[in-house]
């Protein structure tokens, strides 16, 4: 008995020394490194959001690749939510269409952007924003709004809301309908309701005309992959639930054309996509139109074989305000150089500047979150300090830079100042979008 409970322990002993975390050290990363140094002779000594623009025009040299006519490539302003960035995106990709989430951001992107550029939006708004949106812009700004803005409708409430609106102000509006590709967070689900909704459009030829539809692809890129035999590619879900969407949209398509082809006139816009699946889109399918925002920047959470190619080009960096060896835990100083000896990477603690961002640490390597002070993600945002930890092998020293590479391009709102990078030397500033709500 006495040799199995040594023995017991012995193994217990064993397995507890296997999953003691391995000691993490700084690896070389020469482009951050370089990067470093132009932020400690230029920069100002506070937390920056930073777009390298050289990794940006490589990214859109391959959506200009993976997307040529007939498709048409749609800008999604959310996740690039800066009027210069917007521009920018504009003459690099050589498209003049655009998808806004947000009316109240509509005065500034009519403003700011061409009369030639298309804006549709990629949520219903409620038609009291809308008229809010036509009270600001007077006369003049109504009608270009009206000729470049396409309306999302999902259902018959809100259609008619847009009816009673347009009948009120004299105006006419494009009307865009959603569809259910399968994502299932609204729109027309099948045929029967797609009719009712072209059928109202077509009862006020005056002050609705139909535009188009949008898709949302976005359960695509999730499908799971234990969907698959064990002869197929890790992508074969993928491949199948794109399949299964773009049946759904032909369908819709079709019948849209064929039942009520007097309001499919002209150029309609058939919008879908995204960035995880933009590349899989090909001419001649029933969708035309692909939308793509994020995947410029590509903020962290934008993965996936479909993105393949596409590179980082969205950062914040911020300095180092302390660094503290043997750091002791608060009520456990007895207990922190146990603590210490169990996890190596917990030897030196160090304090930067801000944090509180959704976001991961990408340089200096081996630097972790303290799980015990961390704060969850966009809950303590006015820069005061946060804590990560590292080995004894951190060389990182006071005053010297710590990178994230945001979760999301919305961390861009989260800033006054873009810093911009071209060939590892700042070179000017963009804003982000003038109002936030």
């Excluded at 007077?138 to 009673?164: F, T």
């Excluded at 035309?288 to 994020?294: F, H, I, N, R």
């Excluded at 060896?325 to 150089?337: D, G, Q, R, T, V």
């Excluded at 015990?372 to 300090?385: A, F, G, I, S």
Aim: glycine share 8%.
């Amino acid at each position: 008995m006495r040799r199995l409970l040594l023995s017991i322990v012995v193994l217990a002993a064993l397995l507890a020394w296997q999953a003691r975390p391995r000691e993490l050290a700084p690896e070389p990363q020469p482009w951050f490194e370089s990067l470093a140094r132009e932020l400690a002779e230029h920069a100002p000594r506070r937390p920056l959001i930073l777009i390298d623009l050289d990794r940006l025009d490589a990214n859109l040299a391959r959506v200009r690749e993976r997307i040529a006519p007939p498709l048409r490539l749609r800008i999604v302003t959310k996740s690039l939510p800066s009027l210069g960035l917007l521009r920018y995106v504009l003459e690099g990709s050589g498209t003049r269409r655009l998808m806004a989430f947000h009316a109240p951001f509509l005065p500034a992107l009519l403003e700011a952007t061409g009369p030639e550029v298309d804006i549709l939006l990629g949520k219903p708004v409620p038609a009291g924003a809308a008229a809010e949106l036509y009270d600001g812009l007077g006369p003049q700004g109504g009608a270009e709004a009206s000729r470049r803005v396409q309306w999302l409708v999902h259902d018959p409430e809100l259609l008619a809301e847009y009816a009673a609106l347009a009948r009120e102000r004299g105006l006419t509006l494009r009307i865009n309908v959603e569809i259910d590709v399968g994502l299932h967070r609204g729109g027309a689900r099948d045929t029967e309701e797609l009719s009712a909704l072209l059928a109202a459009i077509r009862d006020e030829p005056r002050h609705l005309r139909f535009s188009g539809f949008m898709g949302y692809d976005g359960h695509v890129a999730h499908a799971p992959s234990a969907l698959r035999w064990p002869w197929e590619e890790a992508r074969a879900p993928v491949d199948r639930a794109f399949r299964r969407m773009l049946g759904r949209y032909a369908a819709f398509r079709s019948f849209a054309e064929r039942e009520h082809g007097d309001l499919v006139e002209g150029d309609p816009t058939w919008n879908g996509g995204g960035s995880r699946t933009y590349a899989l889109y090909e001419p001649g399918g029933p969708v035309d139109d692909v939308a793509l925002g994020g995947g410029l920047v590509m903020p962290s959470s934008y993965t996936g074989f479909t993105l393949a190619g596409h590179e980082p080009a969205l950062f914040i960096a911020t300095p180092v305000l302390k660094r503290i060896e043997a750091l002791p835990l608060p009520f456990l100083e007895s207990l922190s150089a146990a603590w210490r000896w169990w996890n190596p990477n917990r030897a030196v603690a160090f304090y930067v500047n801000g944090g509180g961002w959704a976001a991961d640490v990408v340089h200096p390597t081996g630097l972790v979150r303290n799980e015990l002070v961390d704060d969850p993600p966009n809950e303590n945002l006015v820069p005061t300090l946060s804590l990560l930890n590292g080995s004894s092998a951190q060389t990182l020293v006071e005053g010297e830079w710590v990178f994230y590479r945001p979760r999301q391009g919305d961390a861009i709102f989260q800033f006054e100042e873009i810093h911009l990078v071209r060939d590892g030397k700042l070179v000017g500033t963009w804003s982000p979008f003038p109002r936030r709500y």
